[in-house]
């Protein structure tokens, strides 16, 4: 079982920057895939990014192309999510999600979520 915790959100005014956390206990993340999806008031949820713990390759959703970065602390076991450049659009509940999988933009393919984090950006 891996238990998942995410921290870090909050109210950032348009083109600010927040960084959300994703401490992982209960099995290191080697092995997994973290995926970032958020979810707005009345929507699906989405992906925003994922990353393989081993090798470090990356996938982004368009729309946070070159916003967002995710990373990871080996020794903290713990994922981050780096925001750059916030818009409105990008308000939401931020959820971290772990997978055996490799690479998914689908949530149904993880296996463990936290119980996210609320993001708002002002305009």
């Known amino acids: 079982q891996v238990q998942l915790a995410e921290s870090g959100g909050g109210l950032v005014q348009a083109w600010g920057s927040l960084r959300l956390s994703c401490a992982a206990s209960g099995r290191p993340l080697s092995g997994h895939t973290i995926g970032w999806f958020r979810q707005a008031p009345g929507k699906e949820r989405e992906f925003v990014a994922c990353?393989?713990?081993?090798?470090?390759?990356?996938l982004y959703a368009d729309s946070v192309k070159g916003r967002f970065t995710i990373s990871r602390d080996n020794a903290k076991n713990t994922v981050y999510l780096q925001m750059n450049s916030l818009k409105p659009e990008d308000t939401a509940v931020y959820y971290c999600?772990?997978?055996?999988?490799?690479?998914?933009?689908?949530?149904?393919?993880?296996?463990?979520w936290g119980q996210g984090t609320q993001v708002t950006v002002s305009s």
């Open positions: 990353g393989r713990w081993i090798g470090g390759n990356t």
């Open positions: 999600e772990a997978t055996n999988r490799l690479y998914s933009p689908v949530t149904a393919d993880y296996d463990y």
